[in-house]
């Protein structure tokens, strides 16, 4: 049998009237679980999900779970893409800029690197359609569209 080391950090541990709520770090890896019998587990543990739209997600998070504890293994969350993550970390940078008082050909320079341009050339660059898109996408995350980031694939 497999050694599994992991530990649960005490201190995040909340009660509710599901059970209790606990963190697993696993090397650098933090898992969350509810614990249904209200105890932290101080030996072998049992996932059980629900059954419903969002079972994938769930079945998806027990098996980086499982990998992370008996592997070793950091498999990446598949509901967002490298290019996707990307994305969005240029829109919230766009939207904060933005929210700052910055111009939309500032906000090029500060997150895309872009060198400064007369305000003729800005008008006609692709760049600026791009800025455009980011700023509108953090202003719609913020606006809470991050709630569908959880939902992988599927419609909101």
Same mark, same amino acid.
């Given at each position: 049998?497999?050694?599994?080391?992991?530990?649960?950090?005490?201190?995040?541990?909340?009660?509710?009237?599901?059970?209790?709520?606990?963190?697993?770090?696993?090397?650098?890896?933090?898992?969350?679980?509810?614990?249904?019998?209200?105890?932290?587990?101080?030996?072998?543990?049992?996932?059980?999900?629900?059954?419903?739209?969002?079972?994938?997600? /769930?079945?998806? %998070?027990?098996?980086?779970?499982?990998? *992370?504890?008996? &592997?070793? =293994?950091? @498999?990446p969350d598949r #509901?967002?893409?490298?290019?996707?993550?990307?994305?969005?970390?240029?829109?919230?940078?766009?939207?904060?800029?933005?929210?700052?008082?910055?111009?939309?050909?500032?906000?090029?320079?500060?997150?895309?690197?872009?060198?400064?341009?007369?305000?003729?050339?800005?008008?006609?660059?692709?760049?600026?359609?791009?800025?455009? /898109?980011?700023? %509108?996408?953090?202003?719609?995350?913020? *606006?809470?569209? &991050?709630? =569908?980031? @959880?939902?992988?694939? #599927?419609?909101?």
């Amino acid at each position: 049998m497999t050694t599994v080391n992991f530990k649960v950090v005490p201190a995040d541990a909340r009660p509710s009237d599901e059970g209790l709520y606990i963190h697993f770090v696993i090397d650098t890896d933090h898992f969350v679980a509810i614990c249904l019998d209200g105890r932290v587990p101080d030996g072998p543990v049992a996932a059980v999900t629900l059954i419903d739209q969002f079972m994938q997600d /769930r079945v998806d %998070a027990i098996v980086r779970f499982r990998d *992370a504890v008996l &592997y070793h =293994r950091r @498999l990446p969350d598949r #509901r967002l893409t490298p290019q996707r993550r990307q994305r969005l970390i240029e829109s919230l940078r766009a939207i904060d800029a933005r929210q700052a008082g910055a111009t939309y050909q500032e906000i090029a320079e500060a997150v895309f690197g872009a060198a400064p341009v007369n305000a003729i050339t800005w008008k006609s660059t692709p760049l600026r359609d791009t800025v455009m /898109r980011r700023v %509108a996408a953090g202003f719609d995350l913020v *606006a809470g569209g &991050y709630r =569908r980031l @959880l939902l992988g694939h #599927r419609p909101a």
